[in-house]
């Protein structure tokens, strides 16, 4: 079975420019999350799909960042204009459920943003 | 508001030693509990997660944590080590209840490395 996947690995961009990211989660999973982890901190939650509805994007940082999941199969995130606080490794992660069993997130390899 | 304290970003031990990397979170209610590892260019994989039940948990390769209610801790050990083992580990909380159970909160990650 395959597993998350997510394209590209890496991605090197200049300050102003649209960068657009791509996950494809495991098949079957209803359930897609991103997470972002910035140099030095935290992994954070960014937002939950179910299916093609976004349930939860409380941790988005701003408007210049959006999320789709036409189709509720694969899901693309776009920044932009991108910034340089945007740099960081973007992960995706997807469960069969959210709660009790099938509940657990299976995450992809991310991908590396650098602004310049 | 649920955080999650990783002491020590960096642990070296000598392979055969034993492995204990601290984790403490912070949460109105006790939470679920998971530890993760990232190995070079992949994606996170969940070592064990503790819900409810019995507090010591046991996990993959060897790896088990503890769940302490009073000391609000989660510490993942192994009794030796091995050069495999090698990896960043994250800690991770999320709500036992409610709509939100599928966020997960993380500490910044322990590298953890593995002397010869």
């Known amino acids: 079975e395959a597993g998350v996947t997510q394209f590209p690995s890496h991605s090197v961009i200049e300050k102003g420019q649209t960068v657009t990211l791509r996950c494809d989660p495991i098949s079957g999973h209803d359930n897609l999350y991103w997470y972002r982890r910035v140099m030095g901190k935290e992994i954070k939650f960014l937002l939950h799909?179910?299916?093609?509805?976004?349930?939860?994007e409380s941790g988005m940082p701003n408007n210049r960042f959006l999320a789709e999941r036409t189709g509720g199969t694969y899901s693309t995130l776009k920044v932009q204009p991108a910034e340089l606080e945007d740099s960081g490794v973007y992960f995706c992660?997807?469960?069969?459920?959210?709660?009790?069993?099938?509940?657990?997130?299976?995450f992809g390899p991310g991908t590396r943003l650098t602004v310049l | 508001a649920q955080s999650v304290t990783q002491l020590g970003s960096h642990v070296s031990v000598s392979e055969g030693a034993l492995v204990l990397l601290r984790c403490n979170y912070s949460s109105s209610v006790p939470p679920y509990l998971f530890w993760y590892v990232q190995y070079p260019n992949q994606g996170l994989q969940l070592l064990l997660k503790y819900t409810t039940g019995a507090t010591l948990v046991k996990g993959i390769n060897g790896f088990e944590a503890e769940f302490k209610k009073s000391e609000t801790s989660f510490h993942l050990t192994k009794p030796s080590a091995h050069m495999s083992d090698a990896a960043e580990y994250f800690c991770a909380v999320s709500p036992n209840s409610g709509g939100s159970n599928y966020k997960l909160t993380f500490g910044k990650g322990t590298l953890l490395t593995v002397n010869p």
């Open positions: 799909f179910v299916k093609e509805s976004k349930q939860d």
């Open positions: 992660a997807s469960s069969f459920r959210t709660g009790g069993w099938g509940n657990e997130q299976f």
